[in-house]
């Protein structure tokens, strides 16, 4: 089993959105997007790296949030034309999760926007265990030979310049059912989520960007032997352990797939996990663009 991991797509379409829709945070991220990040993210990043990805004989790919910018109609329509022109796959081979900018207002919530553009990429194999949420049902549970991809929305709306994220007793609660079932039990759990399980240590950076409930959720995984957990968020590829009671789980975090970077840790790319029949992961490995070659160059995934 191989699967990919990309993350933070941040898809721009601003057609047809005229001045109201942004009478709100969508404001302050417009003029963030003018003066310091619309230069960093290119489109033409991510189309690479989906087509690396169709290269790199995978079984399933998994998106972990941000896939738009401000949460408009036009962007999920963009996105989702990218998926299926890009990555060819079927439906049931891709798998993607919200992040803070697919909730990037209170509106895009109640119209529960990011499930019903994506609703095909979130099919739950146990959908009597998902928690109903106001943006939808989560977890969903997709079994896949060895591996059971979980996904989980740490996505809320917050004020202006606030993206931290939340997971919410009812999800923790749910994902606990979830981890008991006897399918789910026989597999691997790979668990995709946009926030990252470790918070930053300081409180403010907690507050601005962190994950509200990390420790709840490092809990409610307290019993698993073998695992890995997947994030984006925080624009660099990354990975530290999940310290359990019975072992130690991988939480890996992949870059922005369309971030313009010197970084090569920052720069982006997409991440390959391997897994044996059994279950066990065998490979951990970053796959990096290099812009002026239209390559990508294979490197570890560096530990924190």
């Known amino acids: 089993m191989r699967i990919a991991h990309l993350s933070d797509l941040h898809v721009l379409a601003l057609d047809g959105a005229g001045p109201v829709r942004f009478l709100n945070k969508r404001f302050t991220g417009w003029v963030n997007l003018k003066v310091k990040r619309n230069h960093k993210h290119r489109p033409g990043h991510v189309r690479a790296v989906a087509r690396e990805i169709t290269r790199a004989n995978v079984d399933q790919v998994i998106v972990t949030g941000d896939l738009t910018n401000l949460a408009l109609e036009g962007e999920f329509e963009a996105?989702?034309?990218?998926?299926?022109?890009?990555?060819?796959?079927?439906?049931?081979?891709?798998?993607?999760?919200?992040?803070?900018?697919?909730?990037y207002t209170s509106g895009a919530m109640r119209s529960k926007r990011f499930c019903s553009y994506f609703q095909p990429y979130i099919e739950s194999d146990l959908p009597e265990l998902a928690a109903d949420l106001p943006l939808g049902r989560f977890p969903f549970v997709k079994l896949r030979g060895p591996v059971a991809i979980i996904g989980l929305s740490s996505a809320v709306p917050r004020l202006p310049l606030v993206a931290s994220g939340e997971l919410g007793r009812q999800q923790l609660e749910a994902l606990s059912r979830i981890l008991a079932h006897d399918e789910v039990k026989r597999r691997t759990p790979v668990i995709?989520?946009?926030?990252?399980?470790?918070?930053?240590?300081?409180?403010?950076e907690q507050f601005m960007r962190g994950l509200s409930d990390a420790d709840a959720l490092v809990e409610t995984l307290a019993h698993l032997q073998q695992g890995l957990v997947l994030h984006g968020h925080l624009h660099v590829r990354q990975k530290k352990p999940i310290v359990t009671r019975v072992g130690e789980i991988p939480c890996v975090g992949a870059t922005s797939a369309s971030l313009h970077h010197?970084?090569?840790?920052?720069?982006?790319?997409?991440n390959l996990y391997d897994f044996s029949p059994s279950g066990e992961l065998t490979n951990i490995e970053a796959h990096v663009y290099q812009p002026g070659s239209e390559a990508f160059r294979l490197a570890a995934v560096p530990s924190i």
Request: net charge negative; glycine share 6%; aromatic share 4%.
């Open 262 to 270: 010197d970084d090569e840790h920052r720069m982006a790319g997409f």
């Open 79 to 103: 996105v989702r034309a990218l998926l299926e022109e890009e990555l060819g796959l079927p439906h049931d081979r891709i798998t993607v999760v919200p992040g803070n900018h697919d909730l």
């Open 192 to 204: 995709a989520l946009h926030h990252p399980a470790h918070n930053p240590s300081s409180q403010y």
